[in-house]
C-alpha cells in the first residue's frame, strides 16, 4: 500500500481514540457551584469550609453547606459524620438555638448542609461561635471558631413565651423569592426545652392574616393556615401576595388542643398580631 494512503488511513485512527478517550473521561462537577463561602474554621489537620447563597449569616434561617480539607493533601472528605454547636455569649449566660443535623448534600461526594436559625445577634454582629464536631475513619476532631452573625433587615424570626409559659422559637423559610401570586409559605416552629436543646413543635396550626400597613392594613384573598409537615417537619400554608411593598404575616399559635398560644385577630382597633413576621419585596 502506497505511504500517500496510509497517512490519512492513521490520522482516521489517531482521531478516532482520542475521541473515544475524551468521550469517556468523567466531566469535573463543581459541588459548590452558587455557593459562597462564609468563613472557614480550622484545626491542626483540617479546614471547615462554610457556604450558603449568600455569603453571611443572619437572624433567621441559614441554610449552611460544609466541606471538610484535608490540610496535607488538600483534598476533601467524603465519609465524615458531622454534629455542629452555634452558641450566643451573653453577659451573664449562653445559649445554642434551633439547628438541624448535619446530612451529607444529595448528589453529592464532598459537601455536607443542614440549618441554623440564628434567633438574636448583637448590632455589631459579635457573640456567635460555631463548633463543629466530626468523625473520619473512626478518628474524632473538633473545630470552632467565633463567627459573624449579621441583623436581618426585616422580622423573620422572632422568639417569645407563650400563655402556657414555654418559650417558642418561629422563623420563615420561604418564599426566598417573594412574588405577586399564591407563594408556598414555609416556617420552623420550634420550644425551647432548654438553654442547649430547641426540638421542633409538631401538630399545632398557625392562622396567617397578612396585611400591608402603608396600603391601609389591607389583607388578600386566598391564604390558607399553615399547619405541620411530617416529611420536613415544618409548617406550610399559602400566602397571597397581591402587590410589591411592605407586608406583615399576622399569626396565631395554637396548640394541638385549640388553645391560643401567642398572637391575636387582627381588627380596626387591633392593628397588628403580637405574633407576627415580616417581609418586602
Known amino acids: 500500500m502506497k505511504f500517500r494512503y496510509i497517512l490519512p488511513i492513521l490520522l482516521i485512527i489517531l482521531f478516532t ?52 480539607k484535608e490540610k496535607a493533601s488538600s483534598s476533601y472528605i467524603k465519609n465524615a459524620s458531622i454534629s455542629w454547636i452555634p452558641m450566643m455569649q451573653m453577659p451573664s449566660m449562653q445559649h445554642s438555638c434551633p439547628k438541624s443535623e448535619v446530612t451529607k448534600s444529595v448528589g453529592k461526594e464532598t459537601v455536607y448542609e443542614g440549618f441554623v436559625i440564628y434567633q438574636m445577634t448583637n448590632t455589631d454582629g459579635s457573640g456567635w461561635s460555631l463548633t463543629v464536631n466530626y468523625t473520619i475513619d473512626g478518628t474524632d476532631y473538633t473545630a470552632s471558631s467565633d463567627i459573624v452573625v449579621l441583623q436581618s433587615e426585616k422580622q423573620n424570626t422572632t422568639s417569645f413565651m407563650g400563655s402556657d409559659d414555654s418559650r417558642y422559637i418561629i422563623a420563615l423559610i420561604e418564599p426566598n423569592e417573594p412574588k405577586i401570586a399564591i407563594n408556598d409559605l414555609k416556617v420552623g416552629l420550634f420550644k425551647m426545652k432548654n438553654m442547649m436543646t430547641f426540638p421542633v413543635v409538631e401538630d399545632y396550626t398557625i392562622t396567617l392574616d397578612p396585611r400591608m400597613p402603608g396600603m391601609g392594613n389591607h389583607s388578600s384573598p386566598n391564604n390558607t393556615d399553615l399547619s405541620y409537615n411530617a416529611e420536613d417537619h415544618m409548617y406550610h400554608g399559602n400566602l397571597s401576595l397581591t402587590m410589591t411593598g411592605y407586608w406583615v404575616l399576622n399569626l396565631k399559635l395554637i396548640n394541638d388542643h385549640s388553645e391560643v398560644l401567642k398572637g391575636e385577630d387582627v381588627t380596626e382597633d387591633h392593628t397588628k398580631s403580637s405574633l407576627y413576621l415580616e417581609l418586602e419585596f
Do not use: M, W
Open 17 to 68: 481514540i482520542s475521541c473515544s478517550t475524551d468521550d469517556n473521561e468523567a466531566p469535573i462537577i463543581n459541588e459548590i457551584e452558587g455557593l459562597i463561602k462564609v468563613q472557614d474554621i480550622t484545626n491542626t489537620t483540617h479546614t471547615i469550609e462554610l457556604f450558603n447563597t449568600t455569603g453571611d449569616f443572619r437572624t433567621g434561617y441559614n441554610n449552611v453547606s460544609i466541606r471538610i
